[in-house]
């Protein structure tokens, strides 16, 4: 095979990837503007589906509870993965350095159903120990901080790696004090990578069902642990239109935030190499 | 205890390292008891390999490692044991650390800022430092929208705006290239000096060192080789290893073979070298002599002494410019370098690779080395 | 003043400095919430059902506790032959979706690695997109798209190629296209990371040595990748293990998973000692593979 040859057969690969993971949400697009009352026939174009939506209150209930969640778990997430990650890329030894790490790697990979089931298992005895916590809004919210931590440190942890540590010492060379230097340089450079792992994590939590459905009490219902039992049960063309419109949602902040990232790059390389030039 | 009956400041360096040494891991010793003294007015330079422990004494000056051994006395007090943020000490980084989210103003107000200073004095205090490196148009920039030289600039504005008793610089020019260099040292020295900052600093390069210096250390295995002007360094090594790290330099090996009040005969395997010396020395003792490429003469007639010369055969010349660099093989197998100034070149115009040549040199031009 | 400062520095202390903290407060965190309840799975796996609490293992008798540990719940498991085809049936599912997600997803991490350099943000992006809308839509999308009269059988029989509809829905295969779908992008970023930082120089040098572009591929680009392919492996199989959503949503009421089987002992049968001895079989089952995330977890950052 020549390189030309090469190129294209890697080019369809990609390209047959890309369809494979854009098919399915091409079709829920596609059919929430589907009239049909089945999901799978096509009649013809309405927003019906939208309308059934607005009228929905469970769903519109559960969306709201989970952006509730979402936000406060995203919150916690950060402030703890600031934490963990901070400890674990300054302090090279400590005692049980290594078990941290990998406390705080596990929940990455673990799968849900151990992690809800055995969190659920410690909140229970906790309550029957100590009569708090009610199952409800707060185990789910520890829940969804435990995995967002996970994944937040990871993303601060990164970002700190890369991060030259000498501009610390500057900043202690200069007079700060340790805590000056953490907010003065570390907490704004740090800033762009707790913003995505707010956002990161945010999605984590909006997305969760498996988590939620553990730890969740009577009256708490997120919006996937209400997708999911409707999905259950068969097709439902107002969950369609409900995908659509969280998509649309997040396509867009995903795409503006590329964008804009992509656009300071350039700005960035441009001053660079004008720089240069003076 | 002699300067009891004085006053204890007066002859108080700034600087004063007692027996510092760090160890790390328990036997690691990147810095090994190490003694020194800086002037008020100093730019003293730090000079080794990589790993020879000069970045690390120089962290334990600005307060970033803390020695396991011995004190650092700044003026005459102890600083040992000081936090770097309370340090009356700055130093500029090695590829600066410029704060990537400050603008250049912000840059040099950062320490100025830490210390509560008045906003106005602040801002006239930048000022004065901009004008002072020549970036007064650029106060808005940040630092990604400068060149190397102008950061560089930056850094020492920022190193020096507190006014600090002693400034560090870690490998100043390391980050520019070639061309820069030279300009940048000069103009890096003159703002020090109009200043009037003592400064350490530290460097692999031995003519970064020895431009900057007014005195300099060679270090090596975390302990001082010699420490001297750059002049003695170069003309006086007082060891194989800084005669080999300062420059090129040809070492002859052989035993002492006569002894005498002002110079030794040394018997080596292609000469024999008459030394002036002022050091003792025994009969049979193996030494060395050092000389410098530059102190040697070309010529295909033997000189007339009986002493100071040896014959070989060129094999590799190189036409500089200045001047020409000659590589003589010696009977024993031992290859000369040999560099010899164009407009003295006159005699040899015409050599060439396998002509026989004696090279000679001066009384002067050698120096004993016993270790 | 001094006595001021002083009496503040006494007022706070000694064990608590910057350091402890900083150190402290995530480690709390993790033991509270990622250690503990491991430790008390266990014991709950450890002890007898009864009818809504679950018995205490400790008694005191005198001044000495005794430890009753009612081991009935792994006898079960043991001896249930069903259990042990669900462990074997998930490790199998969990395995092909890896190598599948392997094959479908080196190649491409390879070919964005070699893609124009201002292209590769872009498409780094549209792998994380789907990633960043809800999980549980793409997989009932899925199930739109399965379907007897869903869209890829309508099509299929209308170019003909089929003249009845193929029972796809709840099926293995819809199981492994769903296990797939969502674990992909797990396998393309840990590669795609390696990969892009492999440095084109090595396959100049190896094709200047006369190394023809396959025996190169075989001989440089994939060992050099090789922590790459562990990492994602990893990321893919460890979770996969005890995946419940996708099973529950494509697989049919026949596959045998093992999330599922917890999921029914927990939810169903209300037997939270059973539960809690699938889990810690699960646990164990994983132990290997996630001591080798672990492990590269450490490596990646020293």
């Known amino acids: ?278 | 205890m002699e300067n009891a009956s004085k006053s204890p400041l007066a002859n108080e360096p700034l600087l004063r390292i007692e027996g510092v040494s760090k160890i790390y891991d328990g036997h690691i010793k990147a810095v090994d008891q190490v003694t020194l003294n800086v002037a008020s007015g100093e730019i003293f330079a730090l000079l080794g390999g990589s790993g020879c422990g000069k970045s690390t004494l120089l962290r334990m000056l600005a307060g970033f490692e803390t020695p396991s051994q011995g004190r650092i006395y700044l003026g005459g007090t102890d600083i040992t044991e000081l936090p770097a943020y309370q340090r009356p000490i700055n130093m500029m980084f090695q590829s600066y650390a410029l704060f990537p989210h400050l603008s250049v103003s912000d840059n040099i107000a950062f320490g100025l800022r830490r210390d509560g200073m008045a906003k106005e004095a602040i801002a006239e205090r930048v000022e004065a430092m901009l004008k002072l490196v020549q970036l007064s148009q650029y106060a808005k920039r940040k630092p990604h929208q400068l060149s190397g030289g102008q950061q560089q600039r930056v850094a020492l504005a920022r190193s020096i705006a507190k006014q600090p008793k002693l400034l560090l610089l870690d490998e100043p020019l390391g980050a520019l290239d070639k061309k820069l260099r030279v300009s940048t040292q000069i103009e890096l020295v003159n703002i020090i000096e109009e200043v009037g900052v003592t400064c350490v600093l530290v460097t692999h390069d031995q003519e970064e060192a020895m431009t900057m210096a007014t005195r300099m250390a060679v270090m090596s295995a975390g302990s001082f080789l010699q420490v001297g002007s750059p002049k003695a360094i170069y003309q006086q090594p007082n060891s194989r290893q800084v005669a080999d790290f300062i420059g090129s330099v040809n070492i002859f090996d052989g035993p002492v073979k006569e002894n005498h009040t002002n110079y030794v005969l040394v018997q080596c395997a292609d000469a024999l070298l008459r030394v002036p010396h002022s050091q003792p020395c025994q009969d049979g003792m193996g030494v060395g002599v050092a000389i410098r490429p530059e102190k040697m003469a070309l010529s295909r007639k033997k000189p007339s002494a009986k002493v100071n010369h040896v014959a070989g055969v060129v094999v590799e010349m190189a036409y500089f410019g200045a001047h020409t660099s000659y590589h003589v093989k010696l009977a024993s197998g031992k290859v000369l370098q040999v560099q010899v100034q164009s407009h003295a070149d006159e005699d040899n115009a015409d050599l060439c690779w396998g002509d026989q040549v004696y090279a000679s040199w001066a009384d002067n031009a050698m120096v004993l080395l016993t270790q | 003043m001094a006595t001021l400062m002083q009496s503040l520095k006494r007022s706070t202390p000694a064990w608590l400095t910057g350091r402890r903290l900083v150190i402290g407060l995530p480690y709390a965190w993790f033991l509270i919430l990622a250690f503990l309840p491991v430790l008390i799975v266990l014991k709950i796996s450890l002890s007898e059902m009864q009818t809504t609490a679950v018995s205490g293992m400790v008694s005191w008798q005198g001044a000495w506790p005794s430890i009753k540990l009612d081991v009935s719940s792994y006898l079960f498991l043991a001896s249930d032959e069903l259990y042990l085809a669900t462990y074997l049936s998930s490790i199998s599912y969990a395995f092909y979706t890896t190598v599948l997600c392997l094959g479908l997803g080196y190649p491409f991490a390879y070919f964005m690695a070699r893609a124009p350099k201002h292209w590769q943000a872009l498409l780094l992006m549209l792998i994380m997109l789907p990633f960043w809308t809800s999980f549980l839509l793409r997989i009932y999308a899925w199930k739109t798209l399965l379907v007897n009269n869903g869209l890829i059988n309508n099509a299929l029989l209308a170019i003909g190629w089929i003249d009845s509809p193929i029972e796809m829905l709840n099926t293995p295969f819809s199981l492994m296209i769903g296990m797939v779908y969502s674990y992909l992008p797990f396998m393309i970023l840990p590669l795609y990371a390696n990969l892009s930082k492999l440095d084109g120089r090595y396959l100049e040098a190896a094709a200047d040595l006369g190394c023809h572009p396959f025996k190169t591929f075989w001989l440089i680009t994939v060992p050099l990748s090789k922590a790459g392919i562990v990492a994602g492996c990893m990321l893919v199989f460890i979770p996969a293990v005890g995946e419940y959503v996708i099973p529950e949503l494509l697989g049919g009421p026949n596959t045998l998973m093992i999330g599922r089987v917890l999921w029914d002992e927990f939810f169903s049968n209300n037997d939270w000692p059973m539960a809690g001895a699938v889990t810690i079989v699960m646990l164990l089952l994983i132990m290997l593979p996630l001591a080798i995330y672990n492990k590269l977890q450490s490596e990646g950052r020293a």
């Not at chain 1, 400890?87 to 350095?97: D, E, I, M, N, P």
């Not at chain 1, 010492?169 to 450079?189: I, K, S």
Request: aromatic content about 12%.
């Open chain 1, 1 to 278: 095979m020549n390189s030309t040859a090469l190129k294209w057969f890697g080019r369809s690969w990609m390209l047959l990837v890309y369809a494979f993971l854009f098919l399915p949400i091409f079709t829920l697009v596609a059919y929430s503007f589907n009239d049909s009352q089945l999901v799978t026939v096509w009649s013809h174009a309405s927003l019906r589906w939208y309308k059934a939506l607005m009228h929905d209150r469970d769903l519109i209930a559960a969306v709201m509870l989970s952006l509730k969640i979402a936000f406060l778990s995203a919150l916690v997430s950060v402030f703890f993965g600031l934490f963990s990650a901070f400890a674990l890329h300054r302090y090279r030894r400590f005692t049980g350095r290594g078990l941290l790490s990998s406390l705080a790697s596990t929940p990455l990979v673990m799968p849900d159903v151990i992690v809800g089931l055995s969190l659920l298992l410690m909140l229970v005895s906790v309550q029957q120990a100590l009569g708090y916590p009610e199952r409800g809004l707060f185990t789910i919210l520890l829940g969804h901080a435990l995995l967002g931590t996970a994944y937040a440190t990871v993303v601060v942890r990164s970002r700190l790696t890369e991060m030259d540590s000498k501009l610390e010492e500057a900043a202690m060379d200069l007079g700060c004090r340790p805590w000056q230097v953490f907010t003065l340089v570390t907490l704004p450079l740090l800033m762009p990578a707790l913003l995505s792992a707010f956002l990161l994590t945010f999605t984590l939590s909006f997305d969760d069902v498996v988590l939620s459905s553990f730890l969740s009490g009577p009256g708490y219902s997120t919006m996937p642990m209400v997708i999911f039992s409707r999905a259950r049960l068969g097709l439902n063309p107002s969950i369609n239109a409900l995908a659509t419109v969280t998509i649309v949602v997040v396509s867009v902040v995903v795409f503006a935030s590329t964008l804009y990232s992509l656009r300071q790059a350039r700005q960035r390389k441009r001053d660079m190499a004008l720089a240069q030039r003076e």
